[in-house]
């Protein structure tokens, strides 16, 4: 089996890569160029609402610190370009008809079209904290999670910044995954629109990067997850670009594997909280005057009103970990108040083994906790969720995470 490493990269191709291809990216050319187009108008969408938000302006440094509406740019920056040159590749005829380059253009965009395909959901940055320290669920918990969805994308409130030195499986990272080996042949680089994948690796790696945000998916007969993962990445700005995009960073996709993946824990924790914690539904529409997207329609998005529901997440889809509710499912196992004050903070979730009474086909219960083990009741392990102290006094002070290199966490 191959070594583990700190992101778990993508290098060969292999069945569980190709059935995650077929079960995502049409086989049909003109059903596959149809989805394309489709990544690209719901990327342009996107960049639109970025554009409405000061924050996402050239010139100024990307945020590290994010709100629901900010998963239109976290979505659209990796993906827009990338949708474009698939979709020009995609477009003669000729080019369709050869099976080896069409493979070749349905494997590049297996990441960037997931990102569109997962519904997303937005963790807080005190959550992103309060999951980051979570403990390991157990492996046979892990399996019988159930996703909400056939593929789910996480988006971080709070950047967890890549250790210095990086790992070394990103200096010697070479594609997701063999190229050459998948056509048998070299393919040239001006025709290669996986190299953006290549390049967002090798940028964290030479100026410092962070994870922003990763996709699951289900695993078979959507019981437990599947193998595979999308890691969203951003490299640190870059001097050698004009102004006023010196100050941008730069930022990507990329494929790996949770069974090579250092960071599996943090990643089975946040599958389970997908499966267990309270969500709130999306945020309705923005509140746009005139046909939805036209010109008029878009300059009314710059009104007070129309701007609080963006930072919200309207227009994106995503859900929002539900605060109110976690903390009164909380303080019914609080006991006794103690009388401290605490500032606003995440307390993290973690594992425990409790007793279960036992319950009939019909799901009532028959069994006694107090009765004979075996019986009347058995241990299990459950979940108990971040808890969030005293939400209403304000976010707190998140901790921006800096992620171990490959020799620490090893």
């Known amino acids: 089996m191959p070594e583990k490493s700190?992101?778990?990269?993508?290098?060969?191709?292999?069945?569980s890569f190709y059935g995650l291809l077929n079960r995502f990216v049409p086989v049909d050319p003109a059903r596959f160029h149809r989805e394309l187009e489709r990544l690209v108008s719901l990327a342009s969408h996107d960049s639109v609402l970025m554009s409405l938000d000061e924050r996402w302006a050239p010139g100024k440094p990307d945020p590290d610190l994010y709100k629901p509406g900010d998963i239109s740019a976290l979505r659209s920056i990796p993906t827009l370009s990338s949708a474009l040159s698939l979709v020009s590749l995609g477009k003669p005829v000729p080019m369709v008809e050869e099976r080896e380059r069409f493979t070749f253009i349905r494997v590049n965009s297996l990441p960037v079209l997931l990102i569109y395909m997962a519904k997303p959901y937005f963790l807080p940055a005190e959550a992103v904290d309060a999951v980051a320290r979570t403990d390991a669920p157990p492996p046979e918990m892990v399996s019988e999670v159930r996703l909400p969805f056939d593929a789910v994308l996480v988006v971080f409130g709070a950047d967890m910044r890549l250790s210095n030195p990086l790992w070394p499986d990103m200096k010697d990272f070479t594609g997701p995954p063999s190229f050459a080996n998948l056509l048998n042949a070299d393919v040239p680089k001006d025709l290669d629109p996986g190299s953006w994948q290549k390049n967002i690796v090798h940028a964290a790696y030479d100026r410092g990067g962070t994870l922003n945000g990763v996709v699951l998916m289900a695993g078979p007969n959507g019981r437990g997850l599947a193998d595979e993962i999308v890691w969203l990445l951003s490299a640190e700005p870059s001097s050698e670009r004009p102004t006023p995009y010196d100050l941008d960073r730069q930022r990507g996709c990329?494929?790996?594997?949770?069974s090579l993946c250092l960071m599996a824990?943090?990643?089975?924790?946040?599958?389970?909280?997908l499966d267990a914690a309270a969500w709130l539904p999306p945020a309705p529409e923005p509140p746009g005057i005139?046909?939805?997207?036209?010109e008029r329609w878009v300059r009314s998005l710059r009104r007070a009103k129309a701007q609080r529901a963006l930072e919200r997440g309207a227009g994106t889809g995503a859900r929002v970990i539900d605060m109110r509710r976690t903390r009164a499912e909380a303080a019914k196992h609080a006991g006794a108040p103690t009388g401290r004050t605490l500032a606003p903070h995440a307390r993290r979730g973690h594992f425990r083994r409790a007793r279960v009474a036992v319950r009939d086909a019909s799901g009532h219960i028959v069994g006694n906790v107090h009765g004979a083990q075996g019986k009347d009741w058995s241990y299990r392990t459950v979940w108990v969720p971040p808890v969030f102290i005293h939400?209403?006094?304000g976010p707190g002070r998140p901790q921006v995470w800096r992620l171990p290199g490959a020799h620490e966490a090893s």
């Open 254 to 258: 990329v494929i790996a594997k949770r």
């Open 290 to 294: 005139g046909s939805p997207w036209s």
């Open 6 to 15: 700190a992101l778990g990269l993508y290098r060969d191709i292999d069945d």
């Open 391 to 393: 939400p209403e006094d």
């Open 265 to 273: 824990p943090f990643v089975d924790a946040l599958a389970v909280m």
